[in-house]
């Protein structure tokens, strides 16, 4: 039993060390795919503050694309505009959904073509020097779509 129990702390120390820096938890990401010649593609994403004080995401970064925005796309008299965001900032225990029609992150400048079933690396960082490395699919999404900017059918 006690060597069971050493062993258990042997595996969880280092994720437990972990844990106490990252209070950003990320779930259910995803990259919306896009034609091949898309030069911006939208990414979703639940963000939750475990953390006791308010958390500022301040941007991401990702090896597939140029640069990476935070945008909030609004409704303007029946047109939509997608309005970029200095920072994102999460209560303690909120949780933000960022999904199609509001916030996202925009993965501008795609080095090469994303199709679905590839995956997306993505550095997060928030509250100055924190970074959450996260790893994301890329998904063919046509249902409950607001931005008919893209039509498949010619
Ligand atoms: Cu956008």
Same mark, same amino acid.
């Given at each position: 039993?006690?060597?069971? +129990?050493?062993?258990? %702390? %042997?595996?969880?120390?280092?994720?437990?060390?972990?844990? *106490?820096? !990252?209070? +950003?938890?990320?779930?259910?990401?995803?990259?919306? @795919?896009?034609?091949?010649?898309?030069?911006?593609? =939208?990414?979703?994403?639940?963000? /939750?503050?475990?953390? !006791?004080? @308010?958390?500022?995401?301040? =941007?991401?970064?990702?090896?597939?694309?140029?640069?990476?925005?935070? /945008?909030?796309?609004? $409704?303007? @008299?029946?047109?939509?505009?997608? $309005?970029?965001?200095?920072?994102?900032? #999460?209560?303690?225990?909120?949780? +933000?959904? #960022?999904?199609?029609?509001?916030?996202?992150?925009? %993965? $501008?400048?795609? /080095?090469?073509?994303?199709?679905? =079933?590839?995956?997306?690396? +993505?550095?997060?960082?928030?509250?100055?020097? /924190?970074?959450?490395?996260?790893?994301?699919?890329?998904?063919?999404?046509?249902?409950?779509?607001?931005? *008919?900017? *893209?039509?498949? *059918?010619?």
């Amino acid at each position: 039993m006690k060597a069971l +129990l050493r062993l258990f %702390l %042997l595996f969880a120390l280092p994720f437990a060390s972990q844990a *106490h820096e !990252s209070t +950003l938890q990320v779930e259910d990401a995803w990259v919306r @795919e896009a034609p091949p010649t898309a030069r911006v593609l =939208g990414m979703f994403m639940q963000l /939750h503050n475990a953390g !006791s004080e @308010e958390l500022v995401i301040e =941007g991401a970064s990702s090896p597939v694309c140029e640069r990476v925005e935070i /945008h909030r796309t609004v $409704i303007e @008299e029946g047109v939509a505009r997608m $309005i970029p965001q200095e920072e994102l900032r #999460l209560a303690p225990g909120q949780t +933000l959904s #960022l999904e199609p029609g509001s916030y996202h992150l925009m %993965l $501008i400048g795609p /080095h090469q073509a994303l199709r679905a =079933g590839d995956e997306v690396k +993505l550095l997060i960082q928030y509250d100055g020097n /924190h970074v959450q490395r996260i790893v994301a699919p890329v998904r063919n999404d046509r249902g409950g779509d607001m931005d *008919h900017s *893209h039509h498949h *059918h010619h």
